[in-house]
């Protein structure tokens, strides 16, 4: 497809379960973001990919997440033993590989709710 | 480190009222200056961005100058429709020369027009 493609739209999970989110990019963008939107809180980075480089994650809140990037395409982030203070909206993102442009491209987010 | 602030919400305003939504930042060097807007149920979209110092954006009759003397970035809009109503989240980008060089948000400002 021509956008960012999230899946799922909506997960709904028990406390301790582990979950798995997917991201899509732009075909050709070699940077990728992984965000998480609280209620009132905005937009929380997570981690970032970028071509063959080691990813940051200095913004994953604990050890319990975690993600990939096979291919250098497709992501994955990973909730692991979920909490319900996950329960958020995740959003990937991604960019062409110019700096400082500061243009990223969303899908529409994976709703997770943990009960 | 960066940080954007903006007003809280909900902002609620009557179809054709001017609209402010405003935008304070803190960041080293020289960033650059984004409005982004999230619509009911859809992914964040770039709306406009400035990349120096009293440059203006616009797009789809919204504007936002960059004041670098006052650190500022004000969304404005002389006349709202009832379809502006959306999420707008203030944002900057600061390459950091290596790490994450995505975007800090600000929290976001839930906008509601009215007929």
């Known amino acids: 497809g021509a956008g960012v493609s999230q899946s799922p739209s909506n997960k709904v999970t028990e406390k301790g379960k582990d979950v798995e989110l997917r991201c899509d990019p732009i075909?050709?963008?070699?940077?990728l973001y992984w965000y998480r939107q609280s209620l009132g809180q905005g937009l929380e980075f997570l981690i970032y990919?970028?071509?063959?480089?080691?990813?940051?994650k200095s913004g994953l809140p604990s050890d319990r997440f975690s993600a990939e990037r096979t291919g250098g395409s497709v992501s994955t982030l990973t909730i692991q033993r979920t909490q319900q203070e996950d329960s958020a909206v995740y959003l990937c993102?991604?960019?062409?590989?110019?700096?400082?442009?500061?243009?990223?491209?969303f899908g529409e987010g994976s709703r997770l709710t943990v009960l | 480190g960066n940080s954007v602030t903006q007003m809280e919400g909900p902002v609620t305003l009557s179809e054709e009222a001017f609209l402010t939504i405003n935008c304070t930042y803190t960041?080293?060097?020289?960033?650059?200056l984004f409005w982004y807007v999230q619509y009911p149920g859809e992914g964040l979209q770039l709306l406009l961005k400035?990349?120096?110092?009293?440059d203006k954006g616009s797009n789809k009759g919204f504007e936002a100058t960059y004041r670098k003397e006052t650190t500022s970035f004000h969304l404005e809009k002389g006349s709202v429709q009832v379809s502006d109503s959306a999420v707008y989240f203030c944002?900057?980008?600061?390459?950091?020369?290596?790490?994450?060089?995505?975007?800090?948000f600000g929290k976001g400002t839930h906008l509601i027009i009215q007929p």
């Open positions: 944002a900057l980008s600061a390459y950091s020369g290596g790490g994450a060089d995505g975007l800090t």
């Open positions: 960041a080293t060097g020289y960033p650059s």
């Open positions: 993102a991604s960019r062409t590989g110019q700096v400082n442009t500061g243009e990223l491209f």
């Open positions: 075909s050709g963008h070699t940077a």
């Open positions: 990919f970028q071509g063959n480089s080691a990813p940051d």
């Open positions: 400035a990349t120096k110092a009293d």
